[in-house]
């Protein structure tokens, strides 16, 4: 009987180290060399993770993947979290790379579905990012991984700084699974503010010749928000957050989140609801969060990443945010959906198109943008044991009346307007992804949000409270009955959404107690980015593109 060798991923890794001696000697690899060893260390159908998170990017290790030989370096298989640069593309424009397995796509999404459609990508999955993560661990174990910090000493140890994000994800997987790990850095130092990663994971450091891309992604401007979204903002407020007492939440990006978020000092002080909603967060460190912060609105805030101009805010709000011993934030995106999906009470978010079920989407016609972590975070936790009374209210709500074991439920929240940009309708009878799924072979229709996880539906009409629903004709005449004059809106029964507003399962704005007459700008705690920096003590720093003073 042949003996069966157990360490053959083991021998791989030093065959290609072996290789990679030729290139550089050593951790430290000039940035002229990276490519050079990218064609060493890298083999042709590999899985490669290149770190593009929702902010920070290994913009310039993705370049020099872009450049390598298609000839030596070919048919990857890559696995990201979010393709947003213009050499992430190039790689299947040039046969570098044919697979992606990927949660978001963003600025590139109108050019995915192109390629998608050209034969070029060949598209495994598009995850939610805590799935994604998770299979780094069973079946989609990066070989090689390129990934971004903010600095590495010469033994390799890494300090990943506010913006830790994926990294110690991408490489823990990684190094310990016999895979290479390579990082860029802005620089090259003796001694780090702290360590993050720990430099036997790394096998390679290059500093880049720029520091590394980094996006405000969830940074809105004040001056933008509408009295539509304040509406909305003051209806979620009175009609969820007071109702429920949600205390637990993660707001998604958008206007309509940071409505919200500058009405807790005004319209919800004036409810006297401080100390009564809103204390526990989980998302980035939002601008628009700094009055409620200053009000003594917010207790805890823990981040996927952070937000570019926010560093000297957080640091100097410990009590706050999540710091380490060097003063800047330390944030972990896996972590972070982990309590976002069992450790929330509520999520809010908004989508591109809603069907009648209640099923969103993000992925339209000519964009394959992703999900990002919507379909995570916005999911009711199945496996969630522990008890809070938003979540035992919401679910006696759901089952009031039935005969089942007794449960609570996540609160999953949509807010959007009845139309979009270019008066395309937000709530249709079939969402695009269907017609996406047939177009490109996918098994299923690539679904954002689930309906039967949705429990409220918040437009400029009111909102639906489809844990009362009891069947699914009452479900499809509560959403006609916030979807205003879409087609969708327009077939509504008149009788049976007046019947629902008797029960509770619609709330126009009068019906919660709202005056449309409040809803102006007046009422927002920050009407422009200026006015934040006010409210922060001059410690929040926003990017150029936000400076029009």
């Not at 079946?139 to 300090?159: C, E, F, M, W």
């Not at 933008?224 to 909305?232: G, K, R, T, W």
């Not at 709500?397 to 008066?423: C, D, F, N, W």
């Not at 039967?452 to 539906?457: F, K, N």
């Amino acid at each position: 009987m042949a003996i069966k060798k157990w360490d053959t991923q083991a021998e791989n890794r030093r065959a290609r180290l072996l290789r990679a001696s030729s290139v550089c000697k050593g951790k430290i690899v000039p940035a002229d060399r990276v490519t050079a060893l990218f064609e060493e260390v890298i083999e042709p159908g590999d899985r490669v993770c290149l770190e593009g998170n929702n902010q920070k990017q290994a913009d310039f290790l993705a370049r020099c993947l872009a450049q390598v030989d298609p000839q030596r370096v070919y048919d990857l298989h890559m696995v990201q979290s979010v393709i947003a640069l213009p050499s992430h593309i190039e790689l299947f424009e040039r046969g570098i790379a044919h697979k992606v397995d990927f949660s978001y796509s963003g600025p590139m999404g109108t050019r995915m579905a192109q390629l998608v459609a050209d034969g070029k990508i060949k598209i495994g999955a598009i995850h939610t990012y805590l799935e994604l993560f998770g299979r780094y661990f069973i079946d989609l174990t990066p070989k090689v991984s390129l990934i971004v910090a903010h600095s590495a000493d010469r033994q390799g140890n890494l300090y990943t700084g506010p913006n830790t994000e994926d990294t110690p994800t991408i490489v823990e997987a990684t190094a310990f699974k016999s895979g290479i790990v390579i990082a860029q850095v802005n620089q090259i130092v003796e001694t780090l503010p702290r360590v993050d990663i720990p430099g036997d994971w790394i096998d390679y450091v290059t500093q880049a010749p720029t520091p590394h891309a980094l996006e405000p992604l969830f940074t809105r401007d004040p001056a933008q928000i509408s009295e539509i979204q304040i509406l909305m903002a003051m209806m979620v407020i009175k009609g969820i957050y007071a109702k429920y007492d949600v205390n637990r939440l993660n707001h998604g990006v958008g206007f309509n989140a940071a409505a919200i978020e500058l009405l807790l000092p005004t319209y919800a002080q004036s409810l006297g609801l401080k100390g009564k909603i809103c204390r526990h967060w989980m998302l980035n460190p939002h601008p628009t969060l700094i009055p409620a912060i200053e009000a003594g609105f917010v207790e805890s805030v823990y981040s996927p990443g952070s937000e570019l101009g926010m560093e000297d805010y957080v640091s100097a709000r410990p009590d706050v945010f999540f710091t380490g011993s060097d003063g800047s934030q330390r944030s972990n995106r896996a972590f972070s959906h982990a309590a976002g999906h069992y450790a929330c009470d509520l999520f809010i978010g908004s989508s591109l198109q809603m069907d009648l079920q209640g099923n969103s989407s993000t992925v339209t016609l000519d964009r394959i943008t992703g999900f990002g972590g919507a379909p995570n975070l916005g999911a009711d936790a199945r496996g969630r044991r522990h008890v809070s009374p938003t979540w035992l209210k919401a679910g006696r709500e759901a089952q009031s009346g039935l005969s089942t074991t007794p449960r609570g439920r996540k609160l999953v929240v949509q807010i959007m307007e009845t139309y979009r940009e270019h008066m395309q309708p937000a709530f249709v009878e079939r969402l695009d992804a269907w017609e996406m799924m047939e177009k490109t072979g996918m098994e299923l229709p690539p679904i954002m949000v689930y309906g039967d996880d949705v429990s409220h539906i918040v437009t400029e009409e009111g909102i639906a409270n489809l844990l009362l629903c009891r069947t699914e004709e009452e479900r499809n005449d509560a959403i006609r009955g916030v979807a205003g004059y879409t087609p969708l809106g327009l077939g509504r029964s008149h009788s049976a959404v007046e019947n629902l507003r008797d029960r509770g399962i619609v709330s126009r704005p009068e019906d919660l107690g709202v005056d449309h007459r409040m809803a102006t700008r007046d009422l927002l705690a920050a009407r422009t980015v200026k006015e934040l920096v006010h409210w922060s003590g001059g410690l929040y720093q926003p990017p150029k593109s936000f400076r029009n003073w």
